[in-house]
């Protein structure tokens, strides 16, 4: 699942019942209360390599650190990011998160900024921003054997046979 299908799924279940909505989907605005989700940015850790499996394939992973922006229009907008930010800290939702492979890390300013209709009047409108951690993955076949396991045996001479395991690692530099 993409991270961002994944944090909509995150938000989409701590809304209690109010419509979640991507910020550039095309359509309608929604007649009722309804949260918009848009991912701003994210920082990109270094990567890191994995050991190489037995079919010689690689894993590199990286975490990004996203900025996701939540708005919440009409009534009530302000108090229903206010209750989701709580939500979201609650162990069900951090256990739900950490299934989803995400990770909340920071809350961050809630807002109450009306938004200019018509020109004429102003719609309830609530912001808040959120840290998500997420990991990337991507892994190809590279062909380097890491690590060889095997036994040895001596024979021949006048002492009985000796078996020895032994396992050769290619160590990398630090």
Do not use: C
């Not at 979640?20 to 940015?41: E, H, S």
């Not at 951690?133 to 076949?141: K, P, Q, W």
């Amino acid at each position: 699942m993409a991270p961002e299908d994944a944090i909509f799924e995150l938000i989409e279940a701590a809304a209690g019942g109010i419509p979640v909505i991507f910020a550039d989907d095309n359509g309608p605005r929604l007649v009722g209360p309804y949260i918009m989700l848009a991912v701003r940015w994210a920082r990109v850790s270094g990567a890191e390599a994995g050991r190489v499996d037995d079919e010689g394939e690689q894993p590199v992973r990286h975490h990004d650190d996203a900025v996701v922006e939540l708005q919440s229009f009409r009534a009530a907008a302000y108090d229903a990011l206010d209750e989701l930010a709580l939500k979201l800290r609650h162990p069900v939702y951090e256990d739900r998160a950490e299934a989803l492979g995400l990770a909340l890390y920071e809350v961050g300013r809630l807002q109450n900024v009306p938004a200019l209709r018509d020109a004429v009047r102003f719609e309830r409108r609530g912001m808040l921003e959120l840290g998500i951690r997420y990991t990337r993955v991507h892994s190809a076949f590279v062909g380097i054997i890491e690590t060889v396991t095997g036994t040895v045996t001596t024979s021949g001479g006048l002492t009985p046979g000796i078996e020895t395991p032994f396992t050769a690692t290619v160590v990398t530099a630090p």
